[in-house]
């Protein structure tokens, strides 16, 4: 064994299994998990990929169904906080759907985590690729050298290279995400309390291209049209609002392992929320909803509308807009690593991987073979993908949905069934260990069926299919059964785990 990697040795189990990784303790407080749940989720990001769609299904309703989406997302991470008050572990979904269904659930909850990450990893180093290249065309006013990012012999490798320093700063371990997150965090939040500020001035000077009133009825759901639009806008919502339960899988390293990780997760979705009801509200009453020009309803402006309309709003500071959206990504490609890493190193310590992803850099103690797996996992999923077809990249993307909607739900669900009988000793019990996970998780189930559903229809995503069946569906279906046959092969592999040897389920 070389000394840069070590597996090390379990700390003895608690009577239901659960034992210490190895990872470094006490290094993350709650402004550093909150922080670092920021990055994951990526707002300046997320908003402008996801503000024009929603505003093509919801119109002045934006801000609604924002609060739509974020309902279930604030049930989940109430469950979530519950779990991890009980059991503080790095495998979260994996480790807590074991304990309250057993091995078979529990390993489908952890690989729905792992390829939700994977996939959102392949993505986010593409948009940060995209951006950089127009980062350069803007500085050097070279339309040119925006166009780069269309060369696929230049993009691949480029990719290739932001998933390695990615996977550099993750392997060094907690210290370095949270020096890296500050400072990329801050800029973006910065820079996207600027561009809203500055809409809401133009707003008021009568400078705006389609000033449009602020009124209550943009905050009220059921002024949406249709349940159609409703359940696409949350849809949609419920994606950008992924990515805080990053908080949780870090939870042994953190300075308080059974109050910080669930305070955080609570934060991180509550400053989002904030975040995303300043620069929506900002968007429309700037921009309205027409489907010409700059109005936030135009067909052609909503692959990223903070770069159509950053120049109007920030004038010669736009270009501070594209280096945000740069920030954003990276520091979300960076920050995304650490759940399948934390998550496959759990469920090898388990026994539910091969052991190898067990391993610990004894240097900077931080899960040094499942960092460098799901890194290079992505970079393969990337390639392969973009040599195929640019729509099958970004169809998966859209499958995430599915995956997303699949283990939060089983997740939430999970809460409820694991303190079942002293749910309702308290009325705090009743709230918090019941009706919120409940609420959730039957809502998340429902939105993963009925996207099941919608996505096999061909036009669903970029309108490709497979024997008339929509390549959405396909993709997302595919990645869950390849979940099953690897669940069946390590059955047969590595009996143990499945047998309830290494994690005992809850009675």
Same mark, same amino acid.
């Given at each position: 064994?070389?000394?840069?990697?070590?597996?090390?040795?379990?700390?003895?189990?608690?009577?239901?299994?659960?034992?210490?990784?190895?990872?470094?303790?006490?290094?993350?407080?709650?402004?550093?998990?909150?922080?670092?749940?920021?990055?994951?989720?990526?707002?300046?990001?997320?908003?402008?990929?996801?503000?024009?769609?929603?505003?093509?299904?919801?119109?002045?309703?934006?801000?609604?169904?924002?609060?739509?989406?974020?309902?279930?997302?604030?049930?989940?991470?109430?469950?979530?906080?519950?779990?991890?008050?009980?059991?503080?572990?790095?495998?979260?979904?994996?480790?807590?759907?074991?304990?309250?269904?057993?091995?078979?659930?529990?390993?489908?909850?952890?690989?729905?985590?792992? $390829?939700?990450?994977?996939?959102?990893?392949?993505?986010?180093?593409?948009?940060?690729?995209?951006?950089?290249?127009?980062?350069?065309?803007?500085?050097?006013?070279?339309?040119?050298?925006?166009?780069?990012?269309?060369?696929?012999?230049?993009?691949?490798?480029?990719?290739?290279?932001?998933?390695?320093?990615?996977?550099?700063?993750?392997?060094?371990?907690?210290?370095?995400?949270?020096?890296?997150?500050?400072?990329?965090?801050?800029?973006?939040?910065?820079?996207?309390?600027?561009?809203?500020?500055?809409?809401?001035?133009?707003?008021?000077?009568?400078?705006?291209?389609?000033?449009?009133?602020?009124?209550?009825?943009?905050?009220?759901?059921?002024?949406?049209?249709?349940?159609?639009?409703? $359940?696409?806008?949350?849809?949609?919502?419920?994606?950008?609002?992924?990515?805080?339960?990053?908080?949780?899988?870090?939870?042994?390293?953190?300075?308080?392992?059974?109050?910080?990780?669930?305070?955080?997760?609570?934060?991180?979705?509550?400053?989002?929320?904030?975040?995303?009801?300043?620069?929506?509200?900002?968007?429309?009453?700037?921009?309205?909803?027409?489907?010409?020009?700059?109005?936030?309803?135009?067909?052609?402006?909503?692959?990223?509308?903070?770069?159509?309309?950053?120049?109007?709003?920030?004038?010669?500071?736009?270009?501070?807009?594209?280096?945000?959206?740069?920030?954003?990504?990276?520091?979300?490609?960076?920050?995304?690593?650490?759940?399948?890493?934390?998550?496959?190193?759990?469920?090898?310590?388990?026994?539910?991987?091969?052991?190898?992803?067990?391993?610990?850099?004894?240097?900077?103690?931080?899960?040094?073979?499942?960092?460098?797996?799901?890194?290079?996992?992505?970079?393969?999923?990337?390639?392969?993908?973009?040599?195929?077809?640019?729509?099958?990249?970004?169809?998966?993307? /859209?499958?995430?949905?599915?995956?997303?909607?699949?283990?939060?739900?089983? /997740?939430?669900?999970?809460?409820?069934?694991?303190?079942?009988?002293?749910?309702?000793?308290?009325?705090?019990?009743?709230?918090?260990?019941?009706?919120?996970?409940?609420?959730?998780?039957?809502?998340?189930?429902?939105?993963?069926?009925?996207?099941?559903?919608?996505?096999?229809?061909?036009?669903?995503?970029?309108?490709?299919?497979?024997?008339?069946?929509?390549?959405?569906?396909?993709?997302?279906?595919?990645?869950?059964?390849?979940?099953?046959?690897?669940?069946?092969?390590?059955?047969?592999?590595?009996?143990?785990?499945?047998?309830?040897?290494?994690?005992?389920?809850?009675?």
């Amino acid at each position: 064994m070389s000394r840069a990697d070590s597996t090390v040795a379990p700390a003895p189990p608690s009577e239901s299994g659960l034992s210490s990784k190895g990872l470094s303790t006490g290094t993350v407080g709650v402004l550093g998990a909150v922080v670092i749940g920021i990055s994951c989720i990526a707002p300046a990001y997320t908003l402008t990929a996801a503000l024009g769609p929603t505003v093509a299904e919801v119109g002045t309703q934006l801000p609604a169904v924002f609060i739509a989406g974020f309902l279930p997302m604030l049930l989940v991470a109430l469950g979530y906080r519950e779990l991890n008050r009980a059991m503080p572990d790095s495998g979260t979904s994996f480790t807590w759907a074991t304990r309250a269904f057993g091995p078979w659930i529990g390993w489908m909850g952890g690989w729905g985590l792992i $390829a939700a990450t994977i996939i959102v990893l392949s993505n986010l180093a593409a948009v940060a690729v995209d951006f950089f290249y127009i980062m350069l065309g803007q500085v050097f006013g070279n339309d040119d050298l925006a166009d780069l990012t269309t060369n696929l012999w230049i993009n691949i490798p480029t990719t290739l290279v932001f998933i390695a320093v990615a996977c550099w700063i993750s392997y060094r371990g907690m210290e370095a995400t949270k020096a890296f997150q500050y400072v990329l965090v801050s800029f973006q939040v910065v820079v996207l309390v600027w561009f809203a500020v500055s809409a809401f001035v133009h707003v008021g000077n009568g400078t705006a291209f389609d000033a449009t009133p602020v009124s209550l009825d943009w905050f009220d759901p059921t002024a949406i049209e249709s349940f159609g639009a409703f $359940a696409a806008g949350v849809s949609l919502s419920i994606f950008i609002f992924w990515g805080w339960d990053v908080t949780l899988t870090m939870n042994e390293e953190t300075t308080d392992p059974e109050k910080v990780p669930g305070r955080a997760a609570t934060l991180t979705v509550l400053v989002i929320m904030g975040i995303y009801m300043l620069c929506s509200v900002a968007v429309i009453a700037y921009a309205g909803i027409g489907t010409t020009g700059l109005g936030a309803g135009n067909p052609e402006n909503q692959e990223s509308m903070f770069a159509v309309l950053a120049e109007p709003i920030m004038g010669p500071f736009a270009i501070l807009m594209s280096l945000a959206i740069l920030s954003s990504s990276a520091a979300s490609l960076q920050s995304t690593l650490v759940s399948p890493a934390r998550t496959m190193l759990a469920m090898s310590h388990y026994k539910a991987l091969p052991s190898g992803l067990s391993r610990i850099s004894p240097r900077f103690m931080s899960p040094s073979v499942a960092t460098i797996t799901a890194g290079a996992t992505a970079g393969g999923f990337y390639v392969i993908t973009r040599l195929l077809s640019e729509n099958a990249l970004w169809d998966t993307i /859209t499958a995430l949905g599915l995956m997303i909607c699949f283990y939060y739900g089983v /997740t939430a669900l999970a809460c409820v069934w694991y303190f079942r009988r002293e749910a309702f000793s308290s009325l705090r019990s009743a709230t918090f260990q019941f009706l919120a996970p409940l609420l959730g998780g039957v809502i998340l189930l429902v939105m993963f069926v009925s996207t099941a559903h919608d996505s096999m229809d061909p036009g669903y995503g970029s309108g490709s299919s497979v024997l008339g069946v929509g390549t959405v569906f396909v993709l997302g279906s595919a990645v869950l059964l390849l979940g099953v046959v690897i669940m069946l092969v390590m059955r047969f592999r590595q009996p143990g785990f499945f047998r309830g040897e290494t994690i005992r389920r809850h009675r």
